[in-house]
């Protein structure tokens, strides 16, 4: 049997529509009020008004304002057990699970038949919950264990180890809809939640599921992933700029911007989608992924985004030639940001000028593992009539050497087709989507 997928004719019978889209971020949370944002170019970079930067030399960042956890979460009690960043993304996956339309009959599937996808930050924990015991602990020779064992574990919250698992939002996502279909949890930084996607969509493509929960969600508003990130050399500095310090693609980027949020989307198998009436934002059509593999490089990942979105792009049946627009990592460094624009300009060939180019991380700063879910809603802005690709804020002197058709000034409008969604972690490893509007 063979079906229309992605505008054109193919042997694979399963399609796979997104239904539903939910946000927790710094353009805001309803998905009309994110892609308001985008089109209009109104910067999520600020003042972070729920905690104190003067101790970082990084000043500004991309803060969820006005978060109410209780609005989204469902059962107040889970509350004690889930960090700041948890509740982003479990407030992010009641949103889309919501615009999807769905409850606990889960649209009449089975359990089995839904499956979670999420990418995490990993360990979460609050150090503000151990560092009073481990202060307790440590005596002229340094700690001492048995001073812990005695004075320190006692006042340390008994949950505290249940809050910092990793699989602690994939544990939660699951229980929304009593999902016990398969399930991962990536902690792959920056391109986490774009695999979180990519496994979802293999899933249901694949018929192991009809339905998934994908998305993902992080925090770099957080003291202990200041301090880790700080040394890096990969962070803006400075206060001055605000809503100016994110530049992707810029001849004067200077690091990327810290951000925090949750961004979810609902896959599910276009028939099962039609047949219950359901809402479909688009199709999600290829997933790939690849690693750079140059250990003494780590960041430069020209290679591997090159390769990831060459797969994305066989994996929906696609040639380069057919890319409507990139949805670019793009997060503002200068080895990084160089990287990938030549790994697209390899890519797209001739058409590289012709081609356009956004990165909102201009916008919203990074988000890491949330990014590439929330860019994802950001794309789905393109498809119909009044169709939009966003411009990259603060790209005022696009570097010269880099040669694409980045979006600059406002919004491109048009109806848009074939969109290609990068991603990037800190290792090397690469994550590329293509999606589409459905068309029979």
Same mark, same amino acid.
């Given at each position: ?8 004719? %193919? ?9 539903? #889209? ?14 308001? +944002?985008?089109? =209009? ?19 500004? !960042?991309? +803060?969820?304002? &006005? ?24 407030? #992010? ?5 919501? /615009? ?19 990418? %995490? ?11 009073? #015991? ?66 979802? @969509? ?7 599921? /009809?339905? +998934? ?7 770099? *508003? ?8 700080? $040394? ?13 310090? %994110?530049?992707?693609?810029?001849? &004067? ?10 961004? @979810? ?12 009436? #359901? ?8 997933? !790939? ?12 990942? =020209? ?7 060459? +797969?994305?792009?066989? &994996? ?19 080895? !990084? ?33 949330? %990014? ?25 002197? $696009? ?20 969109? *290609? ?5 800190? !290792? ?13």
């Amino acid at each position: 049997m063979e079906a229309w997928c992605c505008g054109r004719m %193919s042997k694979t019978k399963r399609r796979v529509a997104i239904t539903g #889209a939910g946000a927790v971020s710094p353009l805001g949370n309803a998905v009309t009020e994110i892609w308001a +944002a985008l089109r =209009a170019g109104t910067s999520g970079v600020g003042t972070v008004p729920h905690m104190s930067l003067e101790a970082y030399r990084t000043h500004v !960042g991309g +803060a969820v304002r &006005d978060f109410q956890p209780r609005k989204y979460i469902r059962d107040p009690k889970t509350l004690k057990l889930m960090t700041r960043p948890v509740r982003l993304g479990v407030a #992010a996956l009641e949103l889309a699970v919501q /615009d999807a339309g769905l409850d606990e009959t889960r649209a009449g599937l089975a359990p089995e038949r839904v499956g979670s996808y999420v990418g %995490s930050p990993g360990h979460a924990g609050d150090r503000d919950e151990l560092l009073p #015991a481990l202060d307790l602990s440590y005596g002229a020779d340094g700690l001492d264990l048995k001073r812990f064992g005695a004075d320190g574990i006692p006042i340390i919250n008994p949950l505290w180890l249940l809050k910092s698992l990793a699989n602690l939002g994939l544990y939660f996502v699951s229980m929304r809809l009593g999902a016990q279909g398969p399930n991962a949890n990536i902690c792959m930084s920056g391109a986490g939640g774009t695999m979180a996607v990519g496994q979802a @969509f293999q899933a249901v493509r694949s018929g192991r599921v /009809d339905m +998934a929960l994908a998305g993902g969600y992080e925090s770099l *508003l957080d003291e202990e992933r200041l301090e880790s990130f700080e $040394p890096t050399g990969l962070l803006y500095v400075g206060d001055g700029m605000g809503p100016g310090a %994110s530049r992707p693609f810029d001849r &004067d980027r200077a690091g990327f911007v810290v951000a925090e949020g949750g961004a @979810f989307v609902v896959l599910e198998e276009l028939e099962h989608a039609r047949a219950r009436g #359901a809402k479909i934002y688009g199709e999600v059509c290829g997933y !790939g992924s690849a690693s750079s593999g140059v250990p003494e490089r780590p960041n430069d990942t =020209a290679a591997a985004y090159e390769a990831a979105m060459e +797969a994305a792009l066989a &994996d929906a049946g696609m040639d380069a030639a057919e890319v409507g627009g990139i949805y670019a990592h793009g997060m503002a460094n200068a080895v !990084g940001d160089r990287a990938e624009a030549e790994a697209m300009a390899q890519l797209l060939g001739g058409r590289k000028s012709q081609t356009p180019v956004t990165a909102i991380k201009s916008l919203t700063g990074n988000l890491l593992a949330g %990014s590439g879910p929330l860019e994802l809603i950001g794309a789905l802005g393109a498809f119909g009539a009044e169709g939009f690709i966003p411009a990259i804020l603060n790209c005022e002197h $696009p570097d010269p050497d880099l040669g694409l058709d980045f979006v600059r000034g406002e919004a491109r409008t048009g109806s848009f087709r074939h969109l *290609l969604l990068n991603a990037s972690g800190l !290792g090397g490893n690469a994550a590329s989507l293509v999606v589409d509007h459905p068309v029979d």
